[in-house]
């Protein structure tokens, strides 16, 4: 009969009970759905678990323009070497409206902005300020007058509903975090018969590397899945473009 509270007041034994409850779990906040000031860590998101906790940190740092262009934008990465057959393969028409969904530091931005004319849009969607801040001088810079800024959140791609022709995401979908709420927000946006065009990493045993295993959380079968489910149709898969460790998948609305 007192064996429980003698248990629970013996500071081993206290602790030992806390980790078989979980106690000692650090505590999940919820990411506010439009504070793409605030770091996605290991949160999360209306009551959804982060697929990937932390991926987006490697963003959030001082100095991330210049170190993540001098990666991002290196000639020996294969969708740079690419660049200009993966724009080519958009077939892309001057007026229409482009999301660059995860623009980054910029690398696809003249080509795209080329590709929809200057009486189409290119609208650069980025999640971390600093590149978002980065891509409206870029666009300056180059005088890309057809280029608009988008902040999205971990959650909300921030683009008006039906209102986007062709949506471009090079390398961003496995930072996606909460795809579950973030892919239909893409659905929403994209005009019915848009396109979304999805270059992302291979993520195959035995071809792929170790670490590209570990930071890539899926395969094409899975990102297939999780698109589809969202209400897209997988359109095709494009071939021509001699890439051998990405893969561009077409999805229609
Ligand atoms: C590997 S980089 C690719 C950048 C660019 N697409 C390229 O190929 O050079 C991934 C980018 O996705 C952005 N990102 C991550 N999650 C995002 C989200 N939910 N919405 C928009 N951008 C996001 C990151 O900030 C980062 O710039």
Same mark, same amino acid.
């Given at each position: 009969?007192?064996?429980?509270? !003698? ?6 034994? %206290?602790? !030992? ?12 906040? $919820?990411?506010?759905?439009? @504070? ?7 949160? @999360? @998101? ?52 482009? $999301? ?12 795209? !902005? ?6 189409? +849009?290119?609208? %650069? ?6 590149? $978002? %801040?980065?891509?409206? &001088? ?24 039906? @209102?986007?022709?062709? /949506?471009? /995401? ?20 994209? +005009? ?24 890539? +959380?899926? &395969?094409? $079968? ?21 890439? &051998? ?9």
């Amino acid at each position: 009969m007192r064996a429980w509270p !003698s248990l629970l007041v013996h500071p081993v034994l %206290a602790v !030992s009970l806390a980790l078989l409850l979980g106690c000692s779990q650090r505590p999940r906040t $919820a990411v506010p759905a439009e @504070s793409p000031t605030e770091p996605p860590t290991e949160r @999360s @998101s209306d009551g959804l678990a982060s697929v990937h906790p932390g991926i987006n940190d490697r963003y959030f740092q001082p100095d991330a323009v210049q170190v993540w262009t001098d990666t991002l934008e290196a000639e020996r990465r294969e969708v740079i070497a690419a660049r200009d057959e993966i724009v080519a393969a958009l077939e892309l028409t001057p007026g229409i409206t482009v $999301a660059d969904i995860g623009a980054g530091t910029g690398a696809f931005l003249a080509a795209l !902005s080329g590709g929809v004319g200057a009486s189409g +849009r290119l609208l %650069a969607v980025e999640l971390v300020p600093e590149f $978002a %801040a980065h891509l409206r &001088d870029r666009a300056a810079a180059e005088g890309l007058t057809n280029v608009q800024i988008v902040m999205a959140s971990a959650t909300d791609v921030g683009l008006e509903p039906d @209102s986007v022709d062709l /949506m471009f /995401m090079c390398d961003v979908y496995h930072h996606i975090e909460y795809p579950k709420v973030y892919l239909p927000t893409l659905f929403r946006a994209l +005009r019915p018969g848009g396109q979304l065009v999805i270059v992302e990493f291979d993520r195959i045993p035995g071809k792929t590397s170790a670490r590209m295993m570990k930071h890539v +959380r899926q &395969d094409q $079968a899975t990102l297939t899945a999780e698109v589809t489910a969202a209400g897209f149709v997988l359109d095709r898969e494009i071939e021509q473009v001699p890439l &051998d460790e990405n893969y561009m998948l077409v999805f229609r609305k």
